[in-house]
T-cell receptor, first 114, second 116 residues
Framework: DTGVSQDPRHKITKRGQNVTFRCDPI?????LYWYRQTLGQGPEFLTY????????KSRLLSDRFSAERPKGSFSTLEIQRTEQGDSAMYLC????????????FGAGTRLSVL | AQTVTQSQPEMSVQEAETVTLSCTYD???????LFWYKQPPSRQMILVIR??????QNATENRFSVNFQKAAKSFSLKISDSQLGDAAMYFC?????????????FGKGTKLSVKP
């Protein structure tokens, strides 16, 4: 396993711009999760996929956020019209259903909205 | 809704000594999992230890062990023979049973410093 990969590691953008993050899970992991972590807090759940289907979205995921996982492989998280409150670390995790329910995390994408 | 509470924002331990990090949680369910994750500065979160609620035996992974008190809804992490590389943020996390969507609910974390 090469691990969960996230790109970019850092993103600086101006308020109102759109940004997109990518997550490549561990191969054959059918579940993929997105979390958001702000300074001094633990990660908070945003959404998750089982294969290509998005099965749950947190109330934290406003209409400006959209996530996809085409073909059940990599996933993208897009934020439209970014706001300063969107500044956070965005974490991706994956696991294979039945494999002890252990989620493996990527290093995250740190977003700074100026 | 389930919640996870870590009451120690920061802890410090001398190298080679033992330290215990506290975690309590609230749930009305009987089937769930508990985890401790370690997040070193600017690095990815990695699993330290995992506990299944239906198992009474406390989980152990080398120098790391837990004290799982189901009735008290307490899940503390003990690190023995602390090493400099143990310095990190430690997060306690809860996951509902295997039939659930599986997202983790995290506490706010405890920052552990290890003094040489």
């Amino acid at each position: 396993d090469t691990g969960v990969s996230q790109d970019p590691r850092h993103k600086i953008t101006k308020r109102g711009q759109n940004v997109t993050f990518r997550c490549d899970p561990i191969s054959e992991h059918n579940r993929l999760y997105w979390y958001r972590q702000t300074l001094g807090q633990g990660p908070e759940f945003l959404t998750y996929f089982q294969n290509e289907a998005q099965l749950e979205k947190s109330r934290l995921l406003s209409d400006r956020f959209s996530a996809e996982r085409p073909k059940g492989s990599f996933s993208t998280l897009e934020i439209q019209r970014t706001e300063q409150g969107d500044s956070a670390m965005y974490l991706c995790a994956s696991h294979r259903v039945g494999a002890k329910n252990i989620q493996y995390f990527g290093a995250g994408t740190r977003l700074s909205v100026l | 809704a389930q919640t996870v509470t870590q009451s120690q924002p920061e802890m410090s331990v001398q190298e080679a000594e033992t330290v215990t990090l506290s975690c309590t949680y609230d749930t009305s369910e009987s089937d769930y999992y508990l985890f401790w994750y370690k997040q070193p500065p600017s690095r990815q979160m990695i699993l330290v230890i995992r506990q299944e609620a239906y198992k009474q035996q406390n989980a152990t992974e080398n120098r790391f062990s837990v004290n799982f008190q189901k009735a008290a809804k307490s899940f503390s992490l003990k690190i023995s023979d602390s090493q400099l590389g143990d310095a990190a943020m430690y997060f306690c996390a809860y996951r509902r049973g295997w039939r659930s969507q599986g997202n983790l609910i995290f506490g706010k974390g405890t920052k552990l410093s290890v003094k040489p």
